[in-house]
């Protein structure tokens, strides 16, 4: 269990996906440029196996933003993408509408 205060330290935004590549070290990993709007970033995600390239480019995700950096597998990502998964799948998650790059989720 966490308090409310651990949890609001959390900075929740939407970020717009505008590359995408294919992580040198790691078959399973994707090396993600997002914009915040007056900022981009680079993440690295485990979404390979369920989302093709194109697939990606120009959606809105919700990303954690304070999060410390970290390098995985030889790549720095400055970030997290929240995503869904059960056994099978592991779907993003959006926003339901389209909303400005660095909204803030409440």
Known sequence: MVTIEEF????LRTAKILEVEEHPNASKLYVLK???????RQIVAG????YS???LIGRTII????????VLRG???EGML???SDDKNVI???????????AKIK
């Open 82 to 84: 929240l995503a869904a």
């Open 75 to 77: 790549v720095i990502s």
């Open 92 to 102: 993003l998650l959006t926003t339901e509408k389209e909303i400005k790059e660095n």
């Open 53 to 55: 390239k194109e697939d």
């Open 47 to 50: 979404i390979r196996p369920y």
């Open 63 to 70: 990303v954690v933003k304070n999060l410390e950096p970290a």
């Open 8 to 11: 609001q330290k959390l900075d």
């Open 34 to 40: 997002i914009s915040f709007g007056d900022e981009e």
